[in-house]
């Protein structure tokens, strides 16, 4: 296979791994994971103009802004099957619930839900429609929107990349490998949204970045690295994070 198809195989691998969105079946060349890591941002692209576009069309409709954010958020959930919430719940029942780094990591792996998964998925999904639905729904808000979407997306990319795997298996191992080539062609594609954040949304850049350090730290020291529930976790963490300062620029403005 060529350059451009080996490439397209990886896209179409990092939008079958992170949404459900219909992108046909790999067939001839099924890449590694982690070749597809760089594609990462790309699909936060498209997840963030999901829900952006669906809020301010629900809103059109004269839905009140509220109703608009849940069935925006929803339609987000759909098309990325849960995934990042899904890690979230996993890390909040094993870090709280785990007494050692072999029993949090055990936790985390069953697929029964906690206490403190319960909890973690209700704050934030509440707080994600909140945040939402402060926002106005107009074209102006699909950038930053997207801007949020594809860095907490490269975040994953940096866990992967930067801290050991946890485990000897899963998604996360699959996809972990210490390549800087692999880094920084996702930089590459997510350079813009750094950019075009720089000029005007630069404290919901740094919010971004500095939730993603400090939940690489968190990680690193609850379970020696990443999981696949850590870089699940540590996106919508950092996204929200971006919502919650995006929504102080429009407060403040």
Same mark, same amino acid.
């Given at each position: 296979m060529n350059w451009i198809g080996t490439? &397209? @195989?990886?896209?179409?691998?990092? $939008?079958?791994?992170?949404?459900?969105?219909?992108?046909?079946?790999?067939?001839?060349?099924?890449?590694?994971?982690?070749?597809? =890591?760089w594609a990462f941002p790309l699909v936060g692209c498209i997840v963030g103009c999901i829900i952006a576009s669906s809020y301010i069309i629900l809103s059109q409709l004269m839905l009140p802004s509220f109703a608009a954010?849940?069935?925006? !958020?929803?339609?987000?959930?759909?098309?990325? *099957?849960?995934?990042?919430?899904?890690? &979230?719940?996993?890390? @909040?029942?094993? $870090?709280?619930?785990?007494?050692?780094?072999?029993?949090?990591?055990?936790?985390?792996?069953?697929?029964? !839900? *906690?206490?403190? *998964?319960?909890?973690? &998925?209700?704050?934030?999904? *509440?707080? =994600? /429609?909140?945040?939402?639905?402060?926002?106005? @729904?107009?074209?102006? !808000? !699909?950038?930053?929107? /997207? /801007?949020c979407s594809v860095i907490s997306r490269y975040a994953m990319v940096g866990y992967l990349c930067l801290l050991p795997a946890a485990r000897q298996e899963g998604l996360g191992n699959q996809a972990s490998g210490n390549n800087n080539h692999t880094?920084?062609?996702?930089?590459? $594609?997510? &350079?813009?949204?750094f950019i075009i954040g720089a000029f005007s949304l630069i404290y919901v850049i740094i919010a971004i970045v500095g939730v993603a350090f400090l939940w690489g730290i968190i990680a690193r020291y609850q379970v020696g690295g990443q999981t696949g529930d850590v870089c699940g976790a540590g996106q919508i963490l950092c996204e929200t994070a971006g919502w919650l300062m995006l929504v102080s620029n429009y407060i403040d403005l």
């Amino acid at each position: 296979m060529n350059w451009i198809g080996t490439r &397209l @195989a990886e896209l179409q691998l990092a $939008f079958m791994l992170l949404t459900r969105l219909p992108v046909g079946k790999l067939t001839s060349h099924v890449p590694e994971l982690a070749d597809a =890591r760089w594609a990462f941002p790309l699909v936060g692209c498209i997840v963030g103009c999901i829900i952006a576009s669906s809020y301010i069309i629900l809103s059109q409709l004269m839905l009140p802004s509220f109703a608009a954010a849940i069935l925006a !958020i929803t339609a987000g959930l759909f098309s990325t *099957g849960a995934i990042h919430e899904d890690g &979230l719940a996993d890390c @909040a029942d094993g $870090f709280g619930g785990g007494q050692n780094r072999k029993k949090k990591l055990a936790i985390m792996r069953d697929s029964a !839900i *906690g206490s403190y *998964g319960t909890l973690s &998925l209700i704050i934030i999904t *509440g707080l =994600r /429609i909140l945040l939402l639905s402060m926002l106005p @729904a107009t074209l102006e !808000i !699909i950038p930053p929107i /997207i /801007i949020c979407s594809v860095i907490s997306r490269y975040a994953m990319v940096g866990y992967l990349c930067l801290l050991p795997a946890a485990r000897q298996e899963g998604l996360g191992n699959q996809a972990s490998g210490n390549n800087n080539h692999t880094l920084l062609l996702a930089g590459l $594609f997510a &350079l813009p949204a750094f950019i075009i954040g720089a000029f005007s949304l630069i404290y919901v850049i740094i919010a971004i970045v500095g939730v993603a350090f400090l939940w690489g730290i968190i990680a690193r020291y609850q379970v020696g690295g990443q999981t696949g529930d850590v870089c699940g976790a540590g996106q919508i963490l950092c996204e929200t994070a971006g919502w919650l300062m995006l929504v102080s620029n429009y407060i403040d403005l």
